[in-house]
């Protein structure tokens, strides 16, 4: 059973400063975006209600359920701490983190250096204006809103407007010295500010404008039972709030199980992120090195928390020694410049995971991937052909690889731990399921592999330090008044890879031949055809003689894909 009570918004994020209110370890970092943070305040001024808060309570000098942290006051992230016991009674918020956390560093701290200013002149009728900015200066001195009775903004930092209240308790006065310190004459700006000062002060400090529930626990009950049962509760609640996606609730029941969880999962992720690992793919990769593939929320336990944080290190070692893989198979780039599918990785880091080595063995497993280590090529071999196929795909591989591919793999690699890699079983797996994959590559089924990973091996497999567009190498405007098929004018035997500002210049409106040999376009053209794999027969370069410039290109194209392999 829950009991309802109202408070004051400013009472509350006293106590927020005070540690009285704090965070349990299965809640998740914030998630509001400054937009919505913004426009809660403009609902509190309004008046109109906000769904309500919904906290444990826990007594002074008692061991709590959960471990906790405290509300970030700047935007930074606060880790959770172990409790014995309690010094001073305090509120574990279950549900409305998002909100209190809004209104405590919108009006007593910042948001990544950023202060909440206040419109005064904002349109009480219509909207409360208010921004999070590091700078005054930085917010608009004009608004465009033909709605708005004042044109012009007077922005006050929310903060130390709340301040000023508290320490008068007297509205009226406060509007009267902001009218004279900023020299106010005109009447309806006068009243612009006595206004909203008066629905600041009404709904953040008089009013009793924010319901907090507190939620009875049965201490006769085992902790454990009782964890589970608020994370349970958790789940419910947040599925009609700012929704947690299914491994945000994993990752809550996992840190119910063991608070350590939050800090093991915080910190392999901000090690590994550049290489594509989030927190989805962490907690799934803890599921597959137990050799489980489909781990559902309703069967996680203990045991898999336990397991994480046993293997910590293991698991960190493991992942070190997948990124210096991509790295000397100059696949990091590839990894690190978008978003990859992390599938392929599971398995590489599966594999060093049950190797019986020692964690500083497996960390400079790849030292010698050039000479003695037996691994590195298969490893090599199986990740360049499986993206180059694209079986992981999130569409027209041929199967579902989050779920079918990592059952499928799973389900023969788990039967070659602390041996040699098994590429040519792997391989079989995509043969027999089957896919369309092929190990011979011609120019034919160029058009059959992935493009983006076709064009990282095309550019020399190197990290890409400006925007591109994929270009259309002869414009597609004038191969259609020649009638060649969208597929070959289409194909990757056309596409390179352009900076932005180049392609969206005049290329479009030129063929290829005038534009490549005008000066003003390209500087240097025997290293602009280097770079881009450009025929050196220039009588290929004519829009007439496409078909022919696209199958040499094409050849040219397999030709530098075929020597990485």
């Known amino acids: 059973m829950a009991n309802w009570k109202t408070y004051r918004i400013s009472d509350v994020i006293n106590e927020i400063d005070e540690g009285k209110y704090v965070l349990p370890v299965i809640q998740r970092s914030l998630v509001w975006t400054e937009e919505k943070m913004e426009l809660l305040f403009d609902t509190l001024l309004k008046g109109d209600s906000f769904s309500g808060v919904i906290a444990i309570k826990e007594e002074k000098g008692k061991m709590p359920l959960f471990n906790y942290r405290r509300f970030s006051k700047t935007g930074e992230l606060v880790n959770s701490k172990e409790i014995d016991k309690l010094e001073q009674t305090q509120f574990f918020i279950i549900d409305g983190q998002q909100r209190l956390q809004t209104f405590y560093m919108g009006l007593m701290g910042s948001l990544n250096g950023k202060y909440l200013y206040f419109d005064l002149y904002s ?61 106010i004459k005109d009447e309806l700006e006068r009243d612009h500010i006595k206004k909203n000062i008066k629905a600041f002060y009404k709904n953040i400090i008089s009013s009793d404008s924010l319901g907090v529930s507190i939620v009875n626990i049965n201490k006769t009950r085992p902790d454990l039972e009782n964890r589970q049962r608020i994370v349970e509760l958790f789940r419910r609640l947040n599925d009609g709030g700012t929704k947690l996606s299914s491994f945000d609730l994993v990752a809550s029941i996992l840190k119910g199980f063991d608070w350590r969880m939050e800090g093991f999962l915080r910190e392999i992720l901000s090690q590994y992120d550049d290489i594509g690992l989030t927190q989805d793919n962490l907690i799934k990769l803890i599921f597959i090195l137990q050799d489980n593939h489909n781990k559902e929320m309703a069967n996680i336990e203990d045991s898999d928390a336990n397991f994480a944080i046993l293997n910590k290190e293991k698991i960190e070692s493991s992942l070190y020694a997948t990124k210096q893989f991509l790295k000397h198979s100059k696949l990091y780039d590839y990894y690190k410049d978008g978003s990859r599918s992390f599938i392929p990785l ?15 063995e497996i960390k400079s497993y790849f030292n010698n991937f050039e000479t003695g280590n037996f691994d590195y090529i298969p490893m090599k071999s199986w990740l360049y052909h499986s993206l180059l196929n694209g079986v992981f795909r999130s569409r027209g591989a041929g199967w579902v690889s989050y779920k079918t591919g990592i059952r499928k793999l799973l389900s023969v690699i788990k039967d070659f731990k602390n041996e040699e890699f098994p590429v040519k079983d792997l391989f079989d797996v995509y043969i027999q399921h089957p896919l369309n994959f092929d190990l011979n590559y011609s120019k034919e089924s160029l058009n059959n592999l992935d493009s ?74 025997k290293q602009y055809v280097k770079i881009h794999l450009i025929p050196d027969d220039e009588s290929l370069w004519l829009e007439k003689e496409f078909e022919k410039f696209i199958d040499k290109r094409a050849e040219l194209i397999i030709e530098k894909i075929s020597s990485y392999l």
């Open 452 to 525: 983006s990973f076709v064009y990282y091996l095309m550019y020399d497999r190197k990290e890409s330090l400006r925007v591109n567009d994929v270009d259309h190498i002869m414009p597609k405007f004038i191969l259609q008044s020649y009638n060649y098929s969208w597929d070959k004018i289409n194909s990757i035997s056309n596409y390179q890879l352009l900076d932005y500002s180049t392609n969206r210049g005049n290329k479009n409106s030129s063929s290829f031949n005038d534009w490549i040999n005008n000066k003003d376009n390209v500087k240097d053209k």
């Open 123 to 183: 349109n009480y009728l219509s909207q409360y204006e208010f921004k999070f900015e590091k700078d005054k200066s930085s917010l608009p001195s004009s608004s465009k809103d033909d709605g708005r009775s004042l044109s012009r903004h007077l922005w006050y930092e929310a903060g130390t407007l709340l301040n000023k209240l508290k320490d008068t308790n007297d509205e009226e006065q406060v509007a009267d010295e902001l009218i004279d310190d900023f020299d």
């Open 346 to 360: 599971f398995f590489i880091a599966y594999h060093l995971f049950h190797k019986k080595l020692e964690l500083d």
